[in-house]
């Protein structure tokens, strides 16, 4: 397993490094509308493949942390 340094817990190995808008719901047990929202303002980061079009993606190492902040429970296995 990897450890992330201060703070969100261990994130098993086996998931993708890019996670989905709808991979991110399921974690979290939230409607994609939630997580879409969370994108669209900044809240949690994402990139795209094509800049300004496509799917957005979500580092693993930024939804921990975005995770711990708001003290939300992140179902990692709900990915593997």
């Known amino acids: 397993m990897t450890r992330l340094v201060d703070g969100p817990p261990a994130i098993p190995e086996g998931i993708p490094q890019g996670l989905t808008v709808g991979q991110v719901a399921r974690a979290l047990n939230m409607n994609t509308e939630t ?46």
């Open 35 to 80: 997580v879409k929202g969370w994108l669209a303002s900044g809240a949690l980061p994402s990139w795209r493949v094509v800049e300004g079009r496509g799917w957005r993606y979500v580092r693993l190492t930024d939804l921990a942390h975005f995770a711990a902040r708001l003290s939300l429970p992140v179902n990692w296995e709900a990915l593997i």
